[in-house]
């Protein structure tokens, strides 16, 4: 009799581990983010809707530059930049001796920015044609980083966040601004953002609800661990 239950119970071992692999130990004790999570599609339409009159007001966009310390001088990441509508801010803001690299997936929006800064007469913005889990910023170069709303289209969000530790100078401030959702619906959970960020080696300084003030949209600001 004891030998049947012995038995039994190893084949409903191995059942479980089997067709249950994703309720392991491992990921069940550190609480870890699945892989692969669902996105939302990139955006690839009519750039010009991200110009919409009062954006900035409805973002608060001012305060949210303050808050991610851009000043004159620094060096700025706007990545998924798309119509530059950002970029052309934060460059104005930092000025001359400042720059911003516009970084975006679409070699479209990257066009479309470079041509943008060029009317503006913007010399101190730089596109960079980035990859789906790496901004390819230069090393040690960048103060401070935005992603306005594109957190949820990121395929590889961990790998992209680790990679952008490598160009960020000490005490560099990392935003995301994005609403609830659930990652294919053009918007992520802002606990899913934290965990996340959390296994690409980033502590959460400071979380906001300012932005829109629908209680939809969050502002979440990240520093690179020691």
């Not at 239950?5 to 609480?31: D, E, K, L, M, Y």
């Not at 060096?75 to 119509?83: E, H, K, L, T, W």
Request: with cysteine; net charge positive; aromatic share 8%.
């Amino acid at each position: 009799m004891i030998r049947k239950r012995c038995a039994f119970t190893f084949v409903v071992f191995i059942f479980c581990h089997a067709f249950f692999p994703a309720t392991s130990q491992g990921q069940a004790q550190t609480g870890s983010a699945p892989e692969h999570r669902k996105t939302s599609e990139p955006y690839t339409g009519d750039l010009t809707i991200f110009d919409s009159p009062g954006r900035a007001e409805r973002l608060q966009i001012n305060r949210v530059m303050d808050i991610l310390s851009i000043t004159p001088g620094k060096a700025v990441a706007d990545i998924g930049a798309g119509s530059g509508w950002f970029t052309v801010i934060a460059a104005r803001r930092v000025g001359q001796a400042g720059i911003v690299y516009a970084v975006d997936i679409n070699p479209e929006s990257i066009r479309y920015v470079s041509e943008r800064a060029k009317k503006e007469q913007l010399q101190n913005v730089k596109t960079i044609l980035g990859k789906g889990d790496n901004p390819v910023l230069p090393a040690g170069a960048v103060d401070s980083v935005l992603l306005l709303k594109t957190y949820h289209e990121v395929a590889k969000p961990v790998a992209l966040l680790r990679n952008l530790r490598a160009s960020l100078r000490p005490g560099a401030k990392v935003g995301i601004i994005d609403r609830n959702g659930n990652g294919e619906n053009h918007g992520v959970g802002r606990d899913v953002v934290i965990q996340e960020a959390r296994q690409a080696g980033y502590r959460l300084q400071e979380q906001y609800d300012f932005v829109k003030g629908d209680k939809m949209d969050y502002f979440l600001v990240f520093t690179p661990e020691p």
